[in-house]
């Protein structure tokens, strides 16, 4: 179990610019479940994660991972527990590397390693069976560079890269946005499928209604720092849900809905 207890941040403190996004925040989020969290621009999703990880310090309160105080440990050592897919397709790759070999890194993930002895002759098997679970022919590429892949190809190598050691926690940052609608339902069954399998606890953040809907345990919607909805996805439907978000962001955001 994931749990935030009594977070608080404010940026820019002192000054004009002063901005609190958390104010004794807290959120239990329970072992191998998915939770989208929705949200307008500014209400705290973004920041969440970060606090989680660790890119952003928390000015007051405390994340426990399994009763374990987590919000203690540096950046580095958060991220042999967690993992992260992006919004942008190339964050989670490296782009002129190939694809043997940034599969060869996430294997490599938490320890020391030199790109000069980077892919082990060892793990290619291992690496092209976990590219097979995907089904887009990437064990047939391996000797190809990342920079050539589709958008799709790439998240969804991402997601493999991020899941490969079996990550406590999973964190999607609007990981499908960047897709067309077709590619993006396509990346969201392929990490339904993933998450399922390995049993990984994960939180994704994403404006589109229809997926928090159906790839989600529990929907979460912010604003201003607070949870101003938490339910079920069977238990409120599409208009019902699209109404409520709508109430909550502005005339922009509403056109980044996807119907």
């Avoid at 958390?22 to 500014?42: K, W, Y």
């Avoid at 399994?66 to 993992?83: H, M, Q, T, V, W």
């Avoid at 064990?139 to 190809?144: A, I, S, V």
């Avoid at 590619?183 to 994403?206: A, D, F, G, H, N």
């Amino acid at each position: 179990m994931l749990e935030i207890k009594n977070i608080s941040k404010t940026f820019y403190k002192g000054t004009e610019e002063e901005n609190q996004i958390f104010d004794s925040f807290s959120l239990n989020i329970e072992e191998n479940t998915a939770t989208t969290i929705l949200g307008a621009n500014g209400c705290g999703k973004s920041t969440l994660f970060n606090i989680i990880t660790g890119e952003i310090q928390m000015d007051s309160g405390e994340i426990l991972l399994n009763g374990e105080k987590f919000s203690d440990l540096p950046e580095e050592k958060r991220a042999l527990y967690i993992g992260k897919v992006n919004q942008d397709p190339s964050m989670g790759v490296c782009p002129h590397l190939d694809i043997l070999e940034n599969m060869s890194m996430a294997l490599k993930k938490g320890k020391k390693f030199t790109f000069r002895k980077l892919v082990n002759k060892e793990n290619i098997e291992p690496i092209m069976e976990k590219l097979k679970e995907i089904d887009l022919g990437l064990e047939n590429k391996l000797r190809t560079q990342v920079k050539f892949l589709s958008g799709g190809q790439r998240q969804s190598l991402s997601l493999l890269m991020a899941t490969f050691k079996r990550p406590q926690i999973l964190l999607l940052d609007e990981h499908t946005a960047a897709l067309d609608p077709k590619t993006s339902k396509i990346v969201m069954e392929k990490t339904k499928s993933l998450i399922k399998k390995e049993k990984i606890t994960t939180l994704m953040i994403t404006h589109n209604l229809k997926n928090a809907l159906e790839y989600s345990d529990r929907i979460i919607m912010l604003e201003k720092g607070k949870i101003v909805l938490d339910i079920k996805p069977q238990d409120i439907n599409e208009e019902e849900l699209r109404e409520i978000y709508n109430s909550k962001i502005s005339e922009e955001e509403k056109l980044r809905l996807v119907s």
